[in-house]
């Protein structure tokens, strides 16, 4: 059975405080170890937000390293409700006057009315694509043949049916206070793409204008109606006429997408320039992501004097060299012409290492786009003159490699937080064993000198009782 104790209370010796203090006294390499921890893994987030950081800078160097970003091109219409337009890299830059005559649209037939419900006869309804010429049709495509069989010949069933034919058609019920209609629409625009439709009606007789033959279309006669026509658009580019069988003109003007909405009555001016503004965001991102990783080298590498404190990383080599290189670099020059440093464009180096941009500086700039291209772009076969897309870009790469000296220095914080903690822990377990040691050394001590104090206290009683028995 065990035994409950109390140090101290035989005695009246503080055993468990004295244990505490001694055992504080051992725990304190432990708190310079703490100490250290919360040092590195303050050290290992900043070199994770400089990673990202750079993985950034990399990103934007490398948009503007890639001469296809500065093909960008962007267009505009004097009148987007009637031609709206978008352009493609590698457009060229111009202006062009369109009017357009005519828009590109669907053929659309239409069956007569009839009460909602009523059945349309069994049978077959053929439909084939081709175009419609004085009344002739020319087929271009191949027949696809819908089975309407009876009990399911509603319109409702024969527009599900006839739609997931894939016969290059699209059906559709019409309601209003006449009752219900089918309605026929060509899925594409154009003149090509009109359709006929041919019956081969259960009732014996395909051309009676009742039973299934009341939805047969050849152009005239009985069955359904022409409601619209197939027709082609119709305009002037800068003079020139041109036919297309969509509204959406994708290679008439190579990388130029036109949308024809609305037929014109005046001209409408479309041009096409180089895209100043969206180069102008490219080269902002590339000095935000330069000056983000600035400001984060700043803060973690400077002294305060008034508080006497230094920044985590302050005396890391590994920062204080990225923090040179990179402002170093911002510095460089380049194999082009005629701008072959930032500064030439208006991207200046100011106190701290900040980029700010000289706006008036940089505008001229934009007026020679080929210039300004070559100073990101030019590869010179050397990476310390090659563009700065270039030059920014694999210094980047390098530093966030598996083996870059960002990666490896994350990696060498990573190990000594490892052996930091691997010696906590032995330093616990060794504790753990001196504080039971103490406590029971202690406890030992308290036990005897309990002892000693009852011997005293038999004595003196002792003693006590003899003085009286003498007298």
């Known amino acids: 059975m065990g035994t409950i104790s109390s140090p101290g209370i035989g005695s009246g010796l503080d055993v468990q405080g004295i244990v505490s203090q001694l055992v504080a006294l051992e725990r304190a390499p432990i708190k310079q170890l703490q100490t250290q921890a919360s040092t590195l893994q303050t050290r290992l987030s900043l070199y994770g937000t400089i990673k990202s950081q750079m993985s950034a800078l990399e990103s934007a160097a490398a948009k503007l390293g890639n001469p296809s970003t500065w093909s960008a091109v962007s267009a505009s219409s004097s009148n987007a409700a009637a031609v709206s337009t978008s352009a493609s890299p590698g457009a060229a830059s111009g202006s062009y006057s369109i009017e357009v005559q005519q828009l590109a649209r669907a053929q659309s037939t239409v069956s007569a009315a009839v009460p909602t419900g009523t059945g349309m006869g069994s049978g077959t309804l053929s439909i084939q694509l081709g175009s419609w010429a004085g009344g002739s049709f020319s087929a271009t495509g191949s027949t696809i043949d819908v089975e309407i069989q009876p009990g399911?010949?509603?319109?409702?069933?024969?527009?599900?049916?006839?739609?997931?034919?894939?016969?290059?058609?699209?059906?559709?019920?019409?309601?209003?206070?006449?009752?219900?209609?089918?309605?026929?629409?060509?899925?594409?625009?154009?003149?090509?793409?009109?359709?006929?439709?041919?019956?081969?009606?259960?009732?014996?007789?395909?051309?009676?204008?009742?039973?299934?033959?009341?939805?047969?279309f050849d152009g005239g006669g009985a069955g359904m109606a022409l409601a619209q026509s197939a027709?082609?658009?119709?305009?002037?580019?800068?003079?020139?006429?041109?036919?297309?069988?969509?509204?959406?003109?994708?290679?008439?003007?190579?990388?130029?997408?036109?949308?024809?909405?609305?037929?014109?009555?005046?001209?409408?001016?479309?041009?096409?320039?180089?895209?100043?503004?969206?180069?102008?965001?490219?080269?902002?991102?590339?000095?935000?992501?330069?000056?983000?990783?600035?400001?984060?080298?700043?803060?973690?590498?400077?002294?305060?004097?008034?508080?006497?404190?230094?920044?985590?990383?302050?005396?890391?080599?590994?920062?204080?060299?990225?923090?040179n290189a990179l402002r170093g670099m911002m510095r460089s020059v380049t194999a082009s012409e005629p701008f072959s440093r930032l500064v030439d464009v208006g991207i200046e180096l100011r106190t701290g290492g900040r980029l700010e941009v000289d706006n008036k500086r940089m505008n001229s700039a934009l007026d020679n786009i080929s210039g300004l291209r070559s100073l990101f772009t030019v590869d010179s076969g050397n990476p310390t003159t090659d563009g700065f897309g270039l030059k920014v870009r694999s210094f980047a790469r390098g530093l966030l490699d598996i083996d870059g000296l960002i990666t490896s220095r994350s990696d060498s914080i990573q190990a000594a937080i490892r052996r930091n903690s691997d010696q906590q822990d032995r330093l616990n377990v060794r504790i753990e064993s001196i504080e039971k040691r103490l406590l029971a050394q202690y406890t030992a001590l308290d036990t005897k000198l309990a002892g000693l104090s009852g011997l005293s206290a038999y004595v003196s009683q002792q003693v006590t009782l003899w003085n009286q028995n003498t007298r």
Do not use: C, H, W
């Open 231 to 323: 027709l082609n658009a119709q305009a002037t580019i800068n003079g020139v006429a041109i036919t297309s069988g969509s509204n959406r003109l994708t290679d008439t003007l190579p990388g130029l997408n036109l949308q024809l909405s609305q037929v014109t009555s005046q001209p409408v001016e479309i041009s096409v320039a180089t895209d100043r503004e969206g180069l102008r965001k490219d080269i902002d991102a590339f000095v935000s992501a330069y000056n983000a990783i600035n400001n984060t080298l700043n803060n973690a590498l400077r002294f305060d004097e008034a508080s006497g404190k230094g920044g985590a990383l302050q005396g890391d080599a590994t920062a204080v060299g990225l923090q």
């Open 152 to 216: 399911e010949d509603s319109l409702s069933s024969i527009a599900a049916r006839i739609n997931a034919a894939g016969a290059g058609v699209s059906a559709s019920v019409l309601r209003d206070a006449s009752g219900e209609r089918l309605m026929i629409q060509s899925r594409e625009t154009g003149e090509s793409a009109g359709f006929q439709i041919s019956v081969s009606d259960d009732d014996g007789d395909d051309s009676d204008g009742n039973g299934l033959s009341r939805l047969a």
